[in-house]
């Protein structure tokens, strides 16, 4: 009999639940036992929709982050925030964010807020964790009291559970040593807090956990390989069974190395990683599980169950009982349930599976491997005849995109002149001082705007009203702007609801759900557009508003777009195409809309690419093929343009050491990234590359609601300066203000306004 069991379920809720009740929670509206009732009833809700399946995860929700919930379980805090004598679930939130909620137990005075832990993507997914921090001197200390407590609820739901964790030597990679010591080291000091853990596992009666190692996917040097060597040398003494979870790629030269790990299981992505699985079964040992991974937990296409199970009824009759199926990874990474859409377009909505209907998908899977293929016959015919439609539909090709994709060449993405010729003519017409300020495009939605959007969607408001609306939130943010002193202004983007779904809206090849909310980090969802055909441009998309805002001002006014590998990497893209086609297809879509900006007078315009480092392969290996592509989309989307016409782009929480030589080959003139978490750490690649362009370190941390100092905000930029010349250097936040209030915004860019005089010598 096949076993089959989830790795994960999205943890925010159909209707984004979580997301409403921990906003409430931290803005002092609600009661901490209220937020903690609203997670028990999702986790009831979660673990009944996974019903049927032979194991279901344990431990995979969080209030904000899996990673964090494992340092919490470790006892890896920050020193920051070791003293905080109220309830755990309140320095959780410190760590996470800065600060919880509002006068929590009046701890406001003593324990307050803290610098917030440092945030990056997980592995090459949108959604972010908060990074472990190490130190020579770290020690570790067991709380198993959420796992224990989950783990008890399961338990009178009469669920089978499988806790999931992180494993030792993923957590030791994921973190940052704030010494720069050696994170191995802390491996010995590491292990016996998972015995511990494993052990009080065990005590409560689990037979199986997951274990989650997905930097096995990566490329690992000696010490690394040995790490797991060493680690699980020592765990597989615990009374529990391990499943070794990987996912998001390939083993390929790590296959030895995991076969002969003394663990009862294994989990493979057979999405992304199919060429394991024939050697693995061959390097297995006879009594191993073999967890295969058949069901995309990354994006949202019905899967082609026939031929899943053409591939996998002979390894399930060479296998018998050590064979387990499930999704590839977690579904933390998709929308809830298809059932939700009301509104869904129903030709592309017979194409789709959230994470409740891939899970049906794994049911239909299971029955057909345990008993025969003709008692899910007409469940196989109807799958079989959605995937033809798609294939047949009309929708899906435009030959007139696909010829234009065919006659690009290397002119399109080259600039007339080099850039020190550009800067010199962008000075002359720009006029603006040393450090200049800006921000990076959005200001606060706040419930006005999303009242108005609302109404608006739901034809209560017509169109000249509507615009009304965006009109008058439009000239508050240039008001604003134009009274904190800022150099080079934004139009504030009321009237988006999203950075990629806004203009996926505008786009042919798009469709757009109601429903389909992904977590990105803590109580920050978003709503991926799907990519399910070739993409066009009918009509300029962002031209009207922009051309108003530059009307009330006489400073530079900056078009705000976003770059065609971000649309892309944060999109449900389709999957019957390579992605470099799609994204081509998006760069001359979105280089339409930049002349049309440039032709409106606007001379300033910023298309980020917020996601280019996420889209990298995970292996070091595979990097220079994406590089490559991406590269040549941005530039074909940026290039056509004058050399008065200043491009700048901006990008998110990433590391960009290993990739500054392609960021450069973007050739933008100016670079907005995220520096402050990191305590302008990341610019660090600076020191070794001497990059030619200007560039903005981030130094007001927006996705914490504290403010930043006048002082702070000096003290980063002198550190900027020591890696990059400071008449190369702009003053901004590290990302866009949409998720803040204008009561935390003002303060914060009137110290960063400040800070920027300060440098310039001007009182």
């Known amino acids: 009999m096949t076993t089959i069991h989830n ?104 324990c307050g807020g803290v610098a917030a832990g440092e945030m990056t993507k997980w592995f090459d997914t949108n959604y972010h964790y908060i990074v472990p921090e190490f130190t020579a001197a770290s020690e570790f200390k067991l709380d198993t009291s959420r796992l224990q407590e989950q783990l008890a609820e399961a338990k009178a739901q009469g669920i089978k559970a499988k806790p999931v964790i992180v494993g030792p030597i993923t957590y030791l990679a994921l973190g940052k040593a704030k010494d720069d010591s050696d994170k191995l080291a802390l491996l010995p000091r590491l292990l016996p807090i998972y015995l511990e853990l494993l052990e009080a596992l065990a005590a409560q009666g689990v037979e199986w956990v997951q274990i989650d190692e997905p930097v096995l996917v990566t490329e690992l040097d000696a010490a690394w390989q040995n790490a797991f060597n060493t680690a699980y040398g020592q765990l597989q003494n615990s009374r529990v069974k391990l499943l070794l979870a990987t996912y998001f790629g390939q083993l390929q030269e790590n296959q030895a190395l995991v076969a002969k790990l003394p663990v009862a299981g294994l989990h493979i992505d057979a999405i992304n990683g199919r060429n394991d699985v024939l050697p693995l079964i061959e390097l297995l040992p006879a009594d191993k599980v073999l967890s295969l991974g058949v069901i995309n937990g990354r994006n949202i296409w019905k899967t082609d169950l026939t031929a899943v199970l053409d591939w996998l009824e002979p390894l399930a009759k060479h296998l018998g009982e050590r064979l387990w199926v499930a999704p590839s990874c977690s579904l933390l990474h998709v929308p809830v349930d298809l059932n939700s859409e009301q509104k869904l377009d129903g030709e592309i909505k017979s194409w789709l599976a959230y994470a409740q209907q891939k899970l049906d998908e794994l049911r239909l899977l299971g029955k057909a491997l345990r008993d025969g293929r003709a008692s899910v016959q007409s469940e196989l015919a109807a799958n079989q005849a959605a995937l033809a439609a798609r294939r047949a539909s009309p929708r899906v090709n435009n030959p007139a995109v696909q010829a234009a994709v065919a006659k690009i060449d290397t002119k399109l993405g080259q600039r007339s002149h080099a850039y020190p010729l550009r800067a010199s003519k962008q000075a002359a017409l720009l006029k603006l001082p040393a450090y200049p300020t800006t921000t990076i495009g959005s200001f606060p939605q706040t419930a006005e705007i999303r009242h108005a959007r609302s109404e608006f969607k739901a034809a209560r408001l017509d169109v000249s009203a509507y615009k009304r609306a965006m009109q008058k939130e439009i000239e508050r943010s240039v008001r604003e702007q134009e009274a904190l002193g800022l150099d080079v202004l934004v139009h504030g983007e009321a009237e988006r609801n999203d950075m990629v779904e806004y203009f996926g809206e505008q786009l042919q090849g798009y469709a757009f759900s109601q429903f389909g909310w992904v977590q990105s980090y803590g109580s920050r969802c978003v709503k991926p557009p799907i990519l399910f055909g070739d993409i066009s441009r009918p009509q300029a998309m962002t031209v009207e508003w922009i051309t108003y805002a530059q009307s009330l001002t006489s400073k530079p006014m900056k078009g705000m777009l976003t770059g065609p590998v971000t649309i892309l990497n944060w999109s449900f893209v389709r999957d019957d195409q390579p992605r470099a086609v799609s994204c081509k297809q998006l760069a001359l879509a979105i280089r339409d809309e930049v002349l049309d900006l440039e032709k409106a007078g606007v001379r300033v315009i910023q298309i980020d690419e917020a996601a280019l480092r996420e889209g990298l392969p995970l292996r070091k290996s595979q990097w220079q093929d994406y590089l490559d592509w991406a590269v040549e989309s941005f530039r074909i989307t940026a290039n056509g343009v004058e050399d008065e016409t200043q491009i700048h782009t901006h990008m998110c929480y990433s590391e960009f050491n290993d990739i500054i030589g392609s960021i450069a080959d973007m050739d933008a003139d100016v670079i907005t990234i995220e520096t402050s978490r990191s305590d302008m750490e990341l610019l660090d690649a600076f020191d070794n590359f001497n990059y030619p362009n200007e560039i903005g370190p981030g130094v007001y941390d927006i996705h914490s609601p504290n403010i930043p100092t006048q002082e702070h905000i000096v003290q980063l930029m002198r550190k900027a300066a020591e890696r990059v010349p400071a008449e190369r250097l702009w003053v901004n936040p590290d990302c866009g203000l949409k998720t803040r209030q204008w009561a935390e915004v003002m303060p914060a860019l009137r110290n960063m306004v400040a800070a920027a005089r300060t440098l310039r010598g001007v009182v």
């Open 7 to 110: 790795l994960g379920f999205p943890r925010i809720g159909a209707k984004r639940e979580l997301k409403f009740a921990l906003e409430s929670y931290w803005k002092g509206g609600s009661s901490r036992d209220a937020l903690k009732d609203l997670g028990a009833q999702l986790r009831r809700l979660h673990w009944h929709n996974q019903a049927g399946l032979d194991l279901v995860p344990v431990g995979d929700f969080a209030f904000y982050d899996q990673v964090l919930d494992m340092s919490f379980t470790l006892g890896n805090l920050p020193e920051r925030v070791r003293d905080f004598h109220g309830d755990p679930l309140d320095n959780y939130f410190r760590v996470a964010r800065g600060r919880s909620a509002q006068n929590a137990d009046d701890h406001g005075a003593c």
